[in-house]
């Protein structure tokens, strides 16, 4: 086997596949461009909550795993993995800055037969119509002396059950030759390789599974606000419909969306759509309900507690449970409404030791009773696993639950 591999990017998807590379016996090598992170991995310090310390400081005492900020250490790679972010720029469009300085940074370094893979998440086509072009005006031909390929990453960060090794692969190759030479090295990191007939395919598949959780989870953020004037319990009957064996899929509602996937995804596929002349009603309008959603939140708390200088802690920043992650996080717009609103809020979260807003530094503060009591509400809009809940319950004067995570409503808790 083709057996170098160097990881672009070492974040929340880079690190783990780098770590999953060494242990399939790959010679490793991780580029990023953010030195703090390789001075993190030197101290064998894990800055990613799925890795602790001693994973991270086994795998870089390999002489079989190297890491830095500099391209050059690619030189003789097989295979070169990119999982730079993809994020929006300020008009809500694809910003591909990090891709395009990633391949013009690995250009250099290029040498025939080698293989390039882009896992980062895009809009159908860029692989094709971006990256492929700008190989082949350096002269490269794609399919004969370099091969390109797309792999949509699926790791679900704070999920214990679904190991990134486990996860089916869905693989492409520009050509035939390069699905090829992509399917010769992905056969020995995963378990089961889905191979579609096109990079458009697999980015358009990745794209797509976003979406339909950025539109079903809207869908129910409308139906909890229809189902607060029903007197209708929405988690029961998410629950109940959820017993159906067939055809139903549970999804809830929550403080919104988050992360650097689901709200950013569906607006790569609008873009690209508008691009075409097709419009993307569902995403638009799916889009418009969960924007709305920190609001809604801020609007149940405001109509229980009043007074403006009321205390306020919240549980949770990050954009869902168990991560260090607050990119897009619909939990930092419902804490910045708070604030604006006039009540004094601070926050609770074991995953962020600071939050910067309106020029002052709100710090984690860590649960106790006399604390809990002394609050006029306590929020809970991530449901970290670690959080002592059972203390909130008992020493809070009043809880609105996001996440259900007390599966009750009462005088004192009020379920969102
Ligand atoms: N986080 C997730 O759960 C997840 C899941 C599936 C797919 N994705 C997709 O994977 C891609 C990466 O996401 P992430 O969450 O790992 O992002 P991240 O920000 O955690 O990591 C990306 C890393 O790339 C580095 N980087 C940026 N530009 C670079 C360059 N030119 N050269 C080398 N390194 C560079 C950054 O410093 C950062 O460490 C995105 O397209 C994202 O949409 C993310």
Redesign the pocket.
Request: charge should be negative; glycine fraction near 10%; proline fraction near 8%.
């Given at each position: 086997m083709n057996n170098k591999v160097a990881i672009?990017?070492?974040?929340?998807?880079?690190l783990p596949l780098a770590i999953l590379c060494h242990q399939k016996g790959f010679d490793v090598t991780g580029?990023?461009?953010?030195q703090a992170?390789i001075n993190s991995l030197s101290q064998g310090i894990s800055y990613l909550a799925d890795l602790s310390d001693g994973d991270v400081q086994e795998v870089v005492q390999s002489p079989k795993f190297k890491y830095a900020t500099d391209?050059g250490k690619v030189n003789d790679v097989d295979t070169m993995i990119i999982?730079?972010?993809?994020p929006l720029s300020a008009q809500s469009e694809p910003n591909l800055n990090?891709l395009h300085?990633?391949i013009e940074?690995l250009m250099p370094h290029l040498k025939q037969n080698q293989l390039i893979v882009v896992?980062?998440?895009?809009y159908p086509g860029t692989t094709e119509e971006v990256i492929k072009p700008k190989l082949e005006g350096n002269g490269w031909k794609v399919g004969h002396d370099l091969f390109l390929g797309y792999s949509?990453?699926?790791?679900?960060?704070g999920n214990q059950l679904f190991s990134l090794e486990n996860i089916p692969k869905v693989i492409s190759g520009v050509t035939e030759s390069c699905l090829d030479a992509l399917t010769n090295v992905y056969q020995h990191i995963f378990r089961e390789l889905v191979p579609v007939k096109s990079t458009r395919v697999a980015e358009m598949t990745?794209i797509v599974e976003n979406t339909q959780r950025f539109i079903n989870i809207s869908f129910m953020n409308e139906l909890s606000r229809i189902s607060e004037k029903l007197d209708v319990d929405i988690w029961e009957v998410v629950t109940a419909a959820s017993t159906k064996p067939y055809g139903f899929t549970p999804y809830f509602p929550g403080p919104g969306i988050g992360?650097?996937?689901i709200p950013?995804?569906p607006l790569y596929l609008k873009w690209k759509a508008e691009q075409l002349g097709v419009k993307t009603e569902f995403i638009d309008l799916a889009k418009k309900i969960n924007d709305k959603q920190p609001d809604y939140i801020v609007e149940r708390v405001s109509q229980v507690v009043k007074h403006d200088k009321a205390k306020l802690l919240t549980i949770g920043l990050t954009y869902k449970k168990d991560i260090n992650?607050i990119?897009e996080s619909a939990s930092i717009p419902v804490f910045q409404r708070l604030v604006r609103s006039g009540y004094q809020v601070d926050y609770h979260d074991p995953f962020i030791e600071n939050l910067e807003f309106n020029g002052h530094t709100h710090s984690n503060k860590p649960l106790s009773a006399p604390m809990l009591s002394d609050y006029d509400g306590v929020i809970i809009l991530t449901d970290h696993s670690q959080v002592n809940y059972e203390l909130i319950k008992k020493h809070a004067k009043l809880i609105f639950d996001t996440r259900n995570r007390f599966q009750e409503d009462s005088n004192t808790i009020y379920k969102l």
């Open positions: 672009i990017g070492l974040g929340y998807v880079g580029i990023d461009i953010d992170k391209f999982c730079v972010p993809t990090y300085h990633a940074r896992e980062s998440s895009t949509p990453e699926r790791i679900d960060p990745k992360g650097h996937c950013v995804d992650d990119r």
